[in-house]
C-alpha cells in the first residue's frame, strides 16, 4: 500500500522560506506524476503545483507562479516545494499527491494522498 509522507511545514514570517518535502512508503513513485496541494481553514482543497514523471513538465496556480518551484528527485523518490517570499494568505496545510496515469491540477485526477503538513505564515 503506497504511503505519501510530508515534511517541512512550520512557522515563519512573511518574505521567509520553507522547503517541503514528500516521500513515499511502500513503493516508489518515480514514473508516477505528482503534485501539491493546500487547504486553508474553511476552504477547499486548492491546487498549488505539479510534475510530471521525468520533471520536465510542471504547473502552478497563479498565486505562487515565480514564489514557489517544485521539482523531484527519482533516484531519491522525494519531491520537494520550495517556496519564497512566503505571505499570509500562504497559510495551509500542504498535501502532495501522486497518481500513475493522470497529471493536472485537479484533485480527482490524483489516487494517493499523504496526511498534511501544516505551514504557518506570520505578518
Known amino acids: 500500500q503506497l504511503m505519501l509522507i510530508e515534511s517541512g511545514g512550520g512557522s515563519v514570517q512573511a518574505g521567509g522560506s520553507l522547503r517541503l518535502s514528500c516521500a513515499p512508503s511502500?513503493?516508489?513513485?518515480?514514473?508516477?506524476?505528482r503534485a501539491w496541494f493546500r487547504q486553508a481553514p474553511g476552504r477547499e482543497r486548492d491546487f498549488v503545483a505539479a510534475i510530471s514523471r521525468t520533471g520536465s513538465m510542471t504547473e502552478y496556480a497563479d498565486s505562487v507562479k515565480g514564489r514557489f518551484t517544485i521539482s523531484r528527485d527519482n533516484a531519491k523518490n522525494i519531491m520537494l516545494l520550495q517556496m519564497n517570499s512566503l505571505k499570509p494568505e500562504d497559510t495551509a496545510v500542504y498535501y502532495c499527491a501522486a497518481d500513475p496515469l493522470r497529471f493536472g491540477t485537479l484533485k480527482s485526477q490524483y489516487g494517493y494522498w499523504g496526511q498534511g503538513t501544516q505551514v504557518t505564515v506570520s505578518s
Open positions: 511502500g513503493r516508489t513513485v518515480s514514473n508516477y506524476f
